[in-house]
């Protein structure tokens, strides 16, 4: 199912934001994107509305089965696209930002040559 770059964004962002804090919520997720909280209520509401999110009642956002499967492969090609940008000398932190816009259009078949790089060196 082909989804919206920001909305993947927001998914890769509770995924990561999880890991790291065990919990995650509103403000935490506008704070790593750099995004205001009503900008973050009006994804969430979008995310609840097609099953990627869940609250509990105490605000708390998890994420569904079909929400981990997107965000964890969005975060899967940004970590892969990170190591080769870095690899071939890009300094991390651009490698990062590059990887955050690259990772919602690369195709399959250069995410999978990438992969065979990082292998391969």
Do not use: W
């Not at 979008?46 to 965000?71: C, K, W």
């Not at 259009?105 to 992969?115: G, K, R, V, Y």
């Amino acid at each position: 199912m082909k989804i919206k770059e920001s909305a993947e964004n927001y998914l890769e962002a509770i995924l990561v934001l999880g890991n790291a804090n065990g919990r995650v919520r509103s403000i935490d997720v506008a704070n790593h994107l750099g995004v205001s909280k009503p900008s973050v209520s009006v994804a969430m509401k979008h995310l609840r509305q097609n099953d990627y999110v869940i609250f509990a009642p105490d605000g708390e956002i998890s994420l569904t089965d079909a929400g981990m499967e997107i965000a964890a492969r969005v975060y899967e090609r940004h970590t892969v696209i990170t190591e080769a940008l870095c690899r071939m000398g890009v300094s991390v932190e651009v490698a990062r930002e590059d990887a955050c816009r690259i990772e919602h259009h690369i195709s399959d078949e250069t995410l999978t040559a990438m992969e065979k790089y990082i292998e391969n060196i």
